[in-house]
Every structure is written in C-alpha cells, then in structure tokens.
T-cell receptor, first 115, second 114 residues
Framework: AQKITQTQPGMFVQEKEAVTLDCTYD???????LFWYKQPSSGEMIFLIY??????QNATEGRYSLNFQKARKSANLVISASQLGDSAMYFC????????????FGSGTRLLVRP | ETGVTQTPRHLVMGMTNKKSLKCEQH?????MYWYKQSAKKPLELMFV???????ENNSVPSRFSPECPNSSHLFLHLHTLQPEDSALYLC?????????????FGPGTRLTVL
C-alpha cells in the first residue's frame, strides 16, 4: 500500500502568487515525521520543512509552511510569493516512528513558476 | 565546503563493466544512505549504514555492492548491470535519527547502462 501520495504530477503558478502542493500519508504509528524536499534540475534533494506528528502548530520556514491536518492525514506544502527559482520537483516524505532511519517518499510534484 | 559530494556526476557503462560510485560527507554524520531515483517512480531506499554497519538492505540485487569504510565515505560498486538500472543514484547522510533529524543529500550520479 502506498504510504505517501502526491496526486498532482504537475502544477503551474504565477510568479509572486502562493501555491499549495498536496500530500497525504498513511500510517498506523502514533509517532511519525513528515518532510518536504525540493529537487531542482541539478538533482540534489534540498530539505525544506519538517512537521512532527505531535507538533500542535503548523511548521513554517520562511516562505514555506506546512498545512498539517492530522485527522485527514494530509501535510500540504504552501509556498508563498512564488519565485522563478521555485520551479523544481517537490517531494513529500515520511518517517515512521521516532528513530527510524527510513524515509518513504511520494512520487513528487513538478512545479513550474511562470513569469 | 559542500556537505555531501558524489562522484562521478555522470556515468555511462556497458553491461559487462565494473564501476564504483563514491559519496563523501563533511557534516560529521554517522548514517549514510544510497537511494535510487528512476523516472516516474518514487525515490527508493537501497542501503543504510550506521556507524559503518549496514542496517538496511532493501532487497537490492547483488549486482549492487555497497561499501562503507568509515562514517564519512560510502561507495556503491556496480557490476553486470542491466539497462533498467539506469537512474539517478543519490547518496545522503544524517545524524543519529532523532525525531526532527533530516537527511542531507548529495547531487547524485546520473547512471546510464547501455
């Protein structure tokens, strides 16, 4: 069973506008972590933001925020004030348990920012 | 100094060749990982090393042979590969896995098997 689902293979957004990238997950663990990574065409996976299952507040990092809805098992990434450099693949990932070394990745969403 | 480096960045090899991918991390981490990223598939974890000991082998074919001589270096030895092994191979490292600890990735090696 797929653990991380990203239903948007591709998205467009106008420069300076906000965009939401969807991520839903499936786990029976009470403790887990959710991550978002950005992968530019260069290939490197860049860590953006983390949300713990017990965190009461949504995580924010600069222009990135995570809309965490635990009951719905969703962890959507919101990018505000999109920039041309935000054009990339975006991956949602999950770690089950507090100390697992294993990250499970979704299939990704390709974001294209239009000038 | 870049955190995680990988060499080579691009590699083309025939099915009978033997080659090695190298990964080095300058972050003082104790865990290192190999991932495979194929077109249109999620990132797949291949191997995990923690303090030089292999802790995960995700049912990877034996034509892929990892080696971790120390906590800073990780190799992936390749032999008699198949065309379907063509992919981006990403190395990552991380500190001890506390709840918020993320993995830091290298730029990857783009492998093409002819």
């Amino acid at each position: 069973a797929q653990k991380i689902t990203q239903t948007q293979p591709g998205m467009f957004v106008q420069e300076k506008e906000a965009v939401t990238l969807d991520c839903t997950y499936d786990t029976s663990d009470q403790s887990y972590g959710l991550f978002w990574y950005k992968q530019p065409s260069s290939g490197e996976m860049i860590f953006l933001i983390y949300q713990g299952s017990y965190d009461e507040q949504n995580a924010t990092e600069g222009r990135y925020s995570l809309n965490f809805q635990k009951a719905r098992k969703s962890a959507n990434l919101v990018i505000s004030a999109s920039q041309l450099g935000d054009s990339a693949m975006y991956f949602c990932a999950m770690r089950e348990g507090r100390s697992s070394y294993k990250l499970i990745f979704g299939s990704g969403t390709r974001l294209l920012v239009r000038p | 100094e870049t955190g995680v480096t990988q060499t080579p960045r691009h590699l083309v090899m025939g099915m009978t060749n033997k080659k090695s991918l190298k990964c080095e991390q300058h972050l003082g981490h104790n865990a290192m990982y190999w991932y495979k990223q194929s077109a249109k598939k999620p990132l797949e974890l291949m191997f995990v090393y923690n303090f030089k000991e292999q802790t995960e082998n995700n049912s990877v074919p034996s034509r892929f042979s990892p080696e971790c001589p120390n906590s800073s270096h990780l190799f992936l030895h390749l032999h008699t590969l198949q065309p379907e092994d063509s992919a981006l191979y990403l190395c990552a490292s991380s500190p001890p896995q506390r709840e918020k600890d993320t993995q830091y990735f290298g730029p990857g090696t783009r492998l093409t098997v002819l």
